[in-house]
């Protein structure tokens, strides 16, 4: 599983993380803008709670047996505290799991191409190559 800038939750965090509150304007991704895309997300309200929307609603047992994790977070992003959230749940059913913060970033650093040869950009995507690699090299053999 990899994972990079991941939205894991809806709730009332869009007010209450750090990270929503330190980057809701001027980094890109705004606050109000993730609100909107919630609102487009689901078609019901009530479906943002169900696990397939929000993974960190998800209980212990059904994390379990889950394979390993890499979250890639940026340091100026609404989403920050939330991707890294999942990991603490994950690590708590044996899941092995891997934080990597790059500092001096942007939510979909990876993907701008005004960043594509940044060396934050190359590195999280050699960090992502690398976690896949071996985790389909574990399944091969």
């Known amino acids: 599983m990899k994972a990079i800038s991941p939205e894991t939750r809806r709730t009332l965090s869009c007010v209450i993380t750090a990270s929503y509150r330190q980057f809701a304007e001027g980094y890109h991704l705004r606050r109000d803008a993730m609100m909107w895309f919630w609102e487009q997300y689901t078609r019901h309200p009530g479906e943002r709670n169900e696990i397939t929307a929000s993974p960190l609603q998800a ?83």
């Open 59 to 141: 209980s212990v047992e059904q994390l379990q047996g889950l394979p390993a994790a890499l979250i890639i977070t940026p340091e100026a992003d609404v989403l920050r505290d939330e991707g890294e959230a999942p990991a603490n749940k994950l690590r708590q059913v044996g899941v092995r799991v891997k934080v990597v913060w790059f500092q001096g970033t942007i939510h979909d650093f990876v993907m701008l191409n005004a960043l594509a040869h940044s060396t934050a950009t190359r590195g999280a995507i050699a960090l992502a190559t690398a976690w896949l690699r071996e985790g389909f090299s574990t399944q091969l053999t």
